[in-house]
């Protein structure tokens, strides 16, 4: 099953190929195309993982942090459809 990327990165829009047996979510695969360094936010983000009491404050913390370091309009492709 093919899935893929669709991402705006400091006004550029990229498409690129991605694998659950490689990353966790989406943005770390946006990063890493990207070469971005996630070895501090990843610390950060299981922080507010382990108080919060469910996964919006995860998904929220996540989406803040990638819009400030440039990310914006994430989709996930999955067989061609956008979802």
């Known amino acids: 099953m093919a899935h893929l990327i669709t991402y705006t990165y400091k006004k550029q829009d990229k498409k690129i ?17 990207e070469g971005i360094d996630l070895t501090q936010y990843l610390i950060m983000e299981k ?16 989406k803040n942090h990638f819009t ?13 459809i956008e979802e």
């Open 17 to 33: 190929p991605f694998s659950y047996r490689q990353f966790h979510h989406i943005y770390e695969a946006a990063a890493a195309e």
């Open 47 to 62: 922080q507010v993982e382990d108080v919060s009491k469910g996964t919006k404050s995860v998904r929220e913390f996540r």
């Open 68 to 80: 400030k370091l440039g990310f914006t309009n994430m989709w996930f492709i999955k067989d061609g």
